[in-house]
C-alpha cells in the first residue's frame, strides 16, 4: 500500500480535516479483505469504499463495527459498497471485510477526530448507468441542511482500460483498478474518487469523462463539520 496523505485547509466554520486518502486492490483470489487503517487515529472517522466486479459474486459483508453507508450495483457489472466506522483504541490496524472480492479496489478516507460532527452519521446517494463514458455521481441534500460539509464523489465501473476519468468534478482526485485474479479487462474493477469541502445545504456534483463508455456505479458521500 502506497501512503498517498492529503491535507485541507481548514473551512469557513473551523476546518474539516481529511488527514489520509489512499487506495489499494486486490490482485489474487480470497474471501477476506484486509483494510489497512493504522494511518488513523483514535476518534478519527473511517470512510472505506468498494468497487466490486459484480459478476463473481459483488459482495462484501462488513466486520463487526462497521456501519453499511451504501450499497449499489449497476446489473452484474460492478458493485459499489461504502462503509464507516469511528476508530476506537483496541482497533487492530487491519480490518478483515469477507466476501467475494477476487476483483476489487477500495479507498479510505480519514477525517480527523475534533473536525467532524461526530453524532451525526455520514450520508450517501448511490446512482447507476448501463453504459456511458460520463458517470454522474447524484445531487444529495443531508439532512443538516447548511453546513461545512466534506463532499465526496465517485465511481465504480467495470473494466479498468478507459476507465480512468479525464475529467473529475472535485479536486483532490483519486483512481485505481484492480484485475483480480485473471488479469482480463471484462473481470477487472475500477473506482474514482474526487472530493472537496464547502459550506452547503446541498451537492450535485458534474459527471466525470471517460474516454470511451463503461458500465457503472456512482456515488456521492457529505460528512458533516464539527
Known amino acids: ?26 490482485t489474487t483470489v480470497s474471501t477476506t479483505r484486509g483494510v489497512d487503517i493504522s494511518g488513523a487515529s483514535t476518534g478519527d472517522l473511517m470512510i472505506v469504499m468498494f468497487a466490486i466486479r459484480a459478476t463473481v459474486g459483488g459482495v462484501i459483508a462488513s466486520r463487526a463495527g462497521r456501519t453499511s453507508l ?11 459498497r461504502i462503509f464507516y466506522r469511528i476508530k476506537e483504541s483496541g482497533d487492530a490496524s487491519t480490518q478483515t471485510f469477507t466476501g467475494d472480492v477476487s476483483a476489487n479496489i477500495d479507498t479510505e478516507y480519514f477525517i480527523q477526530s475534533g473536525t467532524f460532527d461526530a453524532a451525526t ?43 480512468a476519468p479525464s ?28 472530493s472537496e469541502i464547502v459550506d452547503a445545504s446541498s451537492a450535485d456534483p458534474s459527471a466525470f469523462t471517460l474516454s470511451a463508455s463503461r458500465a457503472w456505479a456512482s456515488f456521492t458521500v457529505a460528512v458533516k463539520g464539527a
Open 1 to 26: 500500500m502506497l501512503l498517498n496523505p492529503y491535507r485541507f485547509a481548514p473551512g469557513a466554520s473551523g476546518g474539516i480535516t481529511v488527514t489520509y486518502h489512499n487506495r489499494q486492490f486486490q
Open 70 to 80: 451504501l450499497n449499489t450495483a449497476q446489473s452484474d457489472n460492478v458493485r459499489v
Open 121 to 163: 452519521p455520514p450520508e450517501a446517494v448511490g446512482t447507476a448507468n448501463a453504459f456511458s463514458a460520463s458517470p454522474n455521481p447524484a445531487s444529495l441534500s443531508p439532512s443538516w441542511g447548511s453546513h461545512e460539509t466534506l463532499w465526496i464523489a465517485g465511481y465504480g465501473a467495470r473494466a479498468y482500460t478507459d476507465a
Open 167 to 194: 475529467v473529475y468534478p472535485y479536486d483532490d482526485t483519486m483512481y485505481s483498478s484492480s484485475h483480480g485474479s485473471g488479469g482480463s479487462n471484462s473481470s477487472a474493477a475500477s473506482l474514482a474518487t474526487c
